[in-house]
């Protein structure tokens, strides 16, 4: 791995629902909340001079405008767009606007789900994708941004 | 992360193709070899207590037949299944014997490319992916599998 | 019918476009404003010992975080997705973290419509479908629900 | 709901399988026969000033001549086509001979069930959709029927 | 083989035009009318302590019928459902009634013929298909659920 | 056209739902009953030295068993499947059966109406189709197959 | 039949290649030539009252114009656009430039043929098609258009 | 061109992402900025006696609400819709709420962009369409909507 | 606006039927002829320093040579394609030849007739599209292609 | 029964991961190996004089090699190809070398499966098909390939 | 190759815009012009004893007629249909009137080019093909016509 | 044609079942065996200065390692990947690392077969395809790949 002599900044985005997350079928999710994750993802970025944006929301604009706005700001992405993964060409227009690392992540692996969650529009623009390792996912995707800045 | 006190094994398999590492559109690949690659891989699989074993085929037999006796030997599998991603319901049945944690990793975003390399056979027998981050993914892996140990 | 001792909340969730009831296509949605069915709709309720939460948004988000707080604090859920029947895997999601009665009501019948109105996101996740018998569409979920309690 | 004094007569038609109804998948159908649920919708219909024609056949041709002979002398149709919803152009073409409402009812979720099950020859011929909540969508579409004559 | 010591009845549904065996098509279906084959069947069955009833007809509803009187007093059922194999969601509804063994014979290979022919509605709920061994597949099918018996 | 010395047979099929021609949707089908189109059918072949077998059936079963019956005793088949035209394998096979001369005729211009309706499985064995003419399609089949007897 | 007295004119239109029958795979065509069927069907016209504009052409170009020039100056089309039935949206226009009786005729019967015949961008802007009864069907189309002025 | 006499409001709208304009992509969408677009836009509008009612948003409901909102005030809309094009149902019930011309908007040609981009929710509602001119589109629009009032 | 003063030719297209503007289907096209719309056009081109080359052809042939002779000719083309749009890859390859600014224009909007007509073969290499707008279309294609020199 | 004088021999091949039988999901495919299956299999061969050929590889192009070598030295041909059943082209075609009877043996009814294997690239070339009955499908593929011969 | 003493005519065409290869995107075809190519082509044909006739037409129709007229004349032929390669039902038709060799040649290799023209109309009534070898594949074609007469 | 000076060395690879050439459908490829046809391509190879290295394989994986292997060894490719045509991403992958010509060989007329061999994935990454021209299509790619050095 790279020496993390640089400090950077990550914007970590979570979509629709996630923030029911330890609430909501938690055979497939688990049962750790947003902020549990968030919080040992927070230790994890101290670690490595990372300083995390972390913003949840149930609406897609609120969604674009945060990745609009972090665009300059950040040196990577973490998003997990949840619902809006297979819907929404207004997150992708956001996303293409950044030249940063993009690293897409799902708690599930959602190929073993319902057939429409196995195509996402958001896959094409960003850097990498990692589906169905639960909460480590958000852990390995830092890691990966860590060792691309 | 978890604390790495038992020792595991972890079945490494490379597809059709990935021996020529390096060597093939580098644009998209890199310009490490699988050796190189793997002897990063094995340098981190020791710090974690693991101990690799790894393969690589052009022959989806071979592939099929190497993950079948790796039943019960190992407790967990990274795969790179290559071109025979797209195609291979025999290596998808041999996946399938197994019980251990598989991750499945390509190297290049494969939502980026042609659209017959957007759908894989293995995912869903799998239980997780990472795709789209280089080298680094089969490192990603590693960890994720030491984790879920 | 069920005795209607026990006084239970009923959530009613109407989408986008909906308040704008009795100004559009008339002939396909009567002249009736949405405030009109549901003052009706309150009256049912009361005679059947139910007390209802309305709300109409036209934010895919806003239903979204509607149905979330609701969640432990109603016994059934109406809802009308309106457009969002057809596009919204968020609205899905959050109504799959219901174990409650939900009823679809659509006020014209769908299949009567454009090819892509005929295809409900939310169907799946509901316990049944009311579609194209009008406003008393509500009334008869209503009543459905009343008799699952 | 309107002043029910004029007496109408309506015709209700089950399809093949149903005289099974008691018999066959109760965790889907729940244990009512047929006969009990057609005698509950008489007493109903007595309250409602409704005469009821009921005829169940698991013939395609039985089904098309009951509803053609009813034509004229009936003011609504209630109508659970079955296995034929997916297949009966026949029933489909019979239905549109009639001008007076037709409710189409489903006991189960057929959004739940497999995908052939989605799609209804009848509900484009039809003036309204009940399904997935059970025996009472018979009732519920009684009253439908009784509120707009 | 198992020993065959407990008598067993077996259901034999033909379904339509296969009454014009031996006088249609005889390069694709042979020359044996149905009363040849059934005759023979009889004999085999006789053999096995199995009880045949014999029903052909050229009406889906009558198959419907035949198949659910049969229900509690079959231990399996051969079924050849001909034309309405690949539209009777009737007949395959009748079928998941019962928990015996149910055997879909073809006397052809409905994968050399027209493409409409390789799809079947009855395969899924069967216990297995036997398909292009010409009358032979009744005589299998017999054995096939006296080993299952 | 050929001279009409020799008397010969032909069958007229009629469909579901075409017994109530001349009762429905007048303004695709006109006003005249199947009588009225037979009775004037009837003249016409008198005059061509044709004998008539009629025969109209709601029930495809039935439908498939006078094709059948037919067979050996008629040299020329005219049929309007209706609605089976677009379901129905059964008479395809039974019109199989058949080496006469077969006009397929539909009253209506099908490729004018649903979707659904532009797929006959009866026109690929068929010798020739009529379609959109009205009644006088009846007409111009006879016509036609006395001309190629 | 009408009385004939009035009289009226017919364009009659062959598509590409129909000036090679009786040349060209007479198994499917037979070996008349076009000359030959024109000439009988103009004797046949004489006897209705009904003059003829014959025109072949295999440029698509040259049978739009035509059919345009013939508008307001005949009384009813017959046309075989062979191999122009399965592209032409330019004479589909051409034709509904047209209020008199079209009729569409195909000597043999399409749907014995390649799938990509089975499709015709005539028949929805035609009044009735006439196929697969080979050189009669210009006949029957010109006693069909008879009828119907 | 008509004369411009009598004042007319139209309704300018501009959906997610739009806002970034400039800042975005440039080898497609040009280095003007919304604002300097709208500007001149205004300039043209108060040329041709027309009051512009200019609105962006990149939340789907804040563009359905604006659409209901400028109902009866306005003479005209031109939309871009941007990513809401290819998924929005909802803003396409909004719209067709109005009944005054409506002009759909693409800066860039988007049949030479991804496919999920060629088709539009919003079309079938719309007047017309203008694609692939740039920023002189929403120009050509305005003068269009001019000339259609 | 830019400035006006270079002088520059315009290749203004129009394909099959075009010719019969005014004569066919006026609720759609209007009731002005094609001389009627390019003799306004001319107007507009001369105060804008633009010569016209109006050319009109039911030939496809035709077409592709007058845009393969303008080559080198023109500084813009304006091109509606009618039928030809929707299947002449032929036009497609001759409009690739150029590199000047390319409009298509369509009188009516596509998008509300058959489904057929919502695919243009040649958008893909045109600069930009104008729909819907009836004939100010190419008035609007003009000022266009005048910005665009 | 035919009378068993003549010796044959029979090719018996499996596919990919069929050596793995008994050791994988046993709820599906029991728990006999492969070789339990082979020697039961053995017994019956000896008893109808046939001399068996028994080959498993997890190599397609062993497979294929197999059937080529056994071209002319033997009657008859079992084949399971398990995974390469939905995949292979080239076991098609090797069979495809031979005249003998075929006859593809499921263990499982692939019916009841995934989609992808529903579908069998060996069906058309095979003589017939058994699935879904477990091991004895071998048994009874055996009494079939005995009896055609 | 065989001994080439009979004198044999082999027909050349080229389809539409062929007449301006070497001046249109010379990346894909080369900077020969069709001149260029045929005189080198017909310097290759006397040598092999083969007179040429050589055609280009941007016509469908011409192409038709010029394939017509050579019936009989030639021994063989070598097409180019260029764009109309995906949409000539009519040429093929024509093409389908010879039992000579026809070889179908393409500049380019259609198969990296857009996906529309992956399929071509001909190649089924074509004798074979030869794609992306440049102007050498009129050579080739012509050798492999000489070697089949 | 170029001078052939300089000597080259030109891989060529046969797939599955080519083994078997001469014993298999001689009716679609001809009695010649691979090594008739490989010894005549060696006689034409060294009048043209090239030395050929024939493989054939019935392993994918074996195709795919010589393919590797010949990497900066070969001056050109001919292969004729038979079965693995259609179905082999990794054939098509090992053929992408190389950047001198390589064309697809077929002896039949691959689009006069089912439909299944219509699609090839090796076409995109090869230079240019030869087919339905028999066991000459190799030496006509051998002219062509010496053309092209």
């Given at each position: 791995?790279?020496t993390l ?78 619902a809006y ?65």
């Amino acid at each position: 791995m790279a020496t993390l002599s640089n400090p950077i900044k990550v914007l970590v985005v979570n979509g629709p629902n996630l923030n029911m997350l330890g609430k909501r079928e938690p055979e497939i999710y688990g049962r750790d909340t947003l902020d549990d994750i968030l919080s040992r993802l927070n230790e994890q970025a101290q670690n490595l001079s990372i300083e995390l944006d972390c913003f949840q929301s149930n609406y897609e604009g609120a969604i674009v405008e945060k990745i609009q706005e972090s665009m300059g700001n950040v040196q990577g992405i973490i998003i997990n767009p949840a619902a809006y993964t297979h819907t929404s060409v207004a997150i992708r227009d956001a996303l293409s606007l950044h030249s940063v690392p993009i690293v897409e992540v799902h708690l599930s692996n959602i190929y073993k789900r319902e057939e429409f969650r196995h195509h996402s529009m958001v896959s094409a623009v960003a850097t990498g994708q990692i589906a169905g390792l639960g909460a480590q996912g958000y852990s390995l995707a830092l890691t990966a941004i860590r060792n691309m800045n």
